[in-house]
């Protein structure tokens, strides 16, 4: 998920339905799991939740997911970016409507007119604004697309805020070779309002919040980003793939959680994204996945049980196909295609998919929700 450089797609790539014959799923031993990574959770505090802005090599993302009650997916990102001649702010709000329409655009501003708290906690650059409760450690973001189409949400946490170890996965070896620190909300409570067409309506639903910083992030080559809603459970896989090319010591990289019940039941870093069919892009010259597969593997944090999640579905409504250069200022698109050939983000938003949960091989629940996805391919290998 190449979430720092999400970005509106041009009226061409307008959403689609396509319809695909499902094929059976992969059986486990048949693809290979993530690298093994232990699987420690750790409580995120404010110093993993605030901007760091970094020297030159980095960008750096909030990004706040809705999921809301009317059928609506939704999302808003500030971004960070040292990677070209001169920092800058990229800020992006998507709305896409359940009858299929969507509205959206991407700004970019200079890193001067980022405004950042005392505590670097709470940013705003025009359009967009971030506050951060530190009592409540509630969100509120304010996004104004146009005089007709805004919005004002609060993320209220139904569960801590979490990172896996120190929050640091690595593109190689060490740190020099470049690095992804995440920190997670896998679910909040939505309250506010969403104004689009000039029509006000409530803004309830459920939330997904993280937070990341990418140095070198050519060193990727792919990502998959799952995250998965319904009133009281979620799933969220975060996953990365490092090129062969680069005789890294890292293959694969994935995060992943389940919440049930408004409780995080797991963190799992034993997990797999498999695209089980695939489509060429003729743009892009790449091939996004029409059946994708995922496997979460990991242990109860209360008791240490196995635990086991399964979710399979078919990509049909796909909402964006996404050229990230054509969107970029022109001196960072000049810095990125000098390491990155291609960038293209694909997403999807699917409704009642079912994920099948195993606790100690046993204790088998089936969980239903609407499930967002990103496939984001940096590269051609």
Same mark, same amino acid.
């Given at each position: 998920?190449?979430?720092?450089?999400?970005?509106?797609?041009?009226?061409?790539?307008?959403?689609?339905?396509?319809?695909?014959?499902?094929?059976?799923?992969?059986?486990?031993?048949?693809?290979?799991?993530?690298?093994?990574?232990?699987?420690?959770?750790?409580?995120?505090?404010?110093?993993?939740?605030?901007?760091?802005?970094?020297?030159?090599?980095?960008?750096?993302?909030?990004?706040?997911?809705?999921?809301?009650?009317?059928?609506?997916?939704?999302?808003?990102?500030?971004?960070?970016?040292?990677?070209?001649?001169?920092?800058?702010?990229?800020?992006?709000?998507?709305?896409?409507?359940?009858?299929?329409?969507?509205?959206?655009?991407?700004?970019?501003?200079?890193?001067? %007119?980022?405004?950042?708290?005392?505590?670097?906690?709470?940013?705003?650059?025009?359009?967009?604004?971030?506050?951060?409760?530190?009592?409540?450690?509630?969100?509120?973001?304010?996004?104004?697309?146009?005089?007709?189409?805004?919005?004002?949400?609060?993320?209220?946490?139904?569960?801590?805020?979490?990172?896996?170890?120190?929050?640091?996965?690595?593109?190689?070896?060490?740190?020099?070779?470049?690095?992804?620190?995440?920190?997670?909300?896998?679910?909040?409570?939505?309250?506010?309002?969403?104004?689009?067409?000039?029509?006000?309506?409530? %803004?309830?639903?459920?939330?997904?919040?993280?937070?990341?910083?990418?140095?070198?992030?050519?060193?990727?080559?792919?990502?998959?980003?799952?995250?998965?809603?319904?009133?009281?459970?979620?799933?969220?896989?975060?996953?990365?793939?490092?090129?062969?090319?680069?005789?890294?010591?890292?293959?694969?990289?994935?995060?992943?959680?389940?919440?049930?019940?408004?409780?995080?039941?797991?963190?799992?870093?034993?997990?797999?994204?498999?695209?089980?069919?695939?489509?060429?892009?003729?743009?892009?010259?790449?091939?996004?996945?029409?059946?994708?597969?995922?496997?979460?593997?990991?242990?109860?944090?209360?008791?240490?049980?196995?635990?086991?999640?399964?979710?399979?579905?078919?990509?049909?409504?796909?909402?964006?196909?996404?050229?990230?250069?054509?969107?970029?200022?022109?001196?960072?698109?000049?810095?990125?295609?000098?390491?990155?050939?291609?960038?293209?983000?694909?997403?999807?938003?699917?409704?009642?998919?079912?994920?099948?949960?195993?606790?100690?091989?046993?204790?088998?629940?089936?969980?239903?929700?609407?499930?967002?996805?990103?496939?984001?391919?940096?590269?051609?290998?």
């Amino acid at each position: 998920m190449l979430s720092t450089w999400k970005s509106s797609s041009n009226s061409a790539n307008a959403a689609k339905k396509v319809i695909v014959a499902r094929k059976e799923d992969p059986q486990p031993g048949s693809y290979p799991l993530s690298d093994p990574v232990p699987a420690v959770k750790t409580v995120a505090t404010e110093d993993d939740i605030k901007w760091r802005c970094l020297a030159s090599g980095s960008t750096e993302t909030m990004t706040f997911y809705m999921t809301l009650d009317d059928g609506t997916m939704a999302f808003v990102q500030m971004a960070y970016s040292s990677l070209g001649l001169s920092p800058n702010v990229g800020l992006t709000c998507r709305f896409y409507q359940p009858d299929g329409q969507k509205h959206g655009k991407t700004f970019n501003q200079s890193a001067g %007119a980022l405004k950042l708290s005392n505590n670097n906690l709470d940013a705003s650059c025009e359009p967009m604004s971030i506050q951060f409760d530190t009592a409540t450690r509630r969100f509120t973001v304010r996004f104004t697309l146009s005089s007709a189409i805004s919005m004002h949400v609060t993320f209220t946490p139904c569960v801590d805020f979490f990172k896996i170890g120190d929050g640091k996965s690595l593109f190689g070896k060490s740190e020099r070779d470049g690095f992804v620190q995440a920190c997670f909300l896998p679910k909040a409570m939505l309250s506010g309002t969403v104004t689009v067409a000039g029509v006000a309506r409530p %803004a309830t639903g459920s939330g997904l919040f993280h937070h990341a910083i990418q140095m070198k992030p050519q060193n990727a080559c792919k990502w998959n980003f799952v995250n998965f809603q319904n009133a009281t459970d979620a799933l969220m896989l975060y996953e990365f793939e490092v090129p062969a090319k680069n005789m890294s010591d890292v293959n694969i990289v994935s995060q992943g959680c389940f919440v049930h019940k408004g409780r995080l039941i797991a963190v799992t870093t034993s997990n797999r994204a498999v695209h089980v069919q695939r489509v060429k892009d003729e743009a892009s010259g790449y091939e996004y996945p029409s059946q994708l597969f995922i496997s979460w593997n990991g242990t109860r944090l209360d008791d240490g049980a196995d635990v086991k999640i399964e979710l399979s579905m078919l990509l049909s409504n796909k909402l964006d196909t996404i050229d990230v250069l054509a969107e970029l200022p022109y001196l960072l698109r000049k810095f990125i295609q000098t390491f990155i050939t291609a960038p293209f983000l694909f997403s999807w938003f699917e409704k009642g998919v079912k994920a099948t949960v195993s606790i100690n091989g046993e204790e088998d629940m089936h969980i239903d929700g609407d499930a967002f996805v990103e496939s984001t391919f940096l590269c051609k290998e």
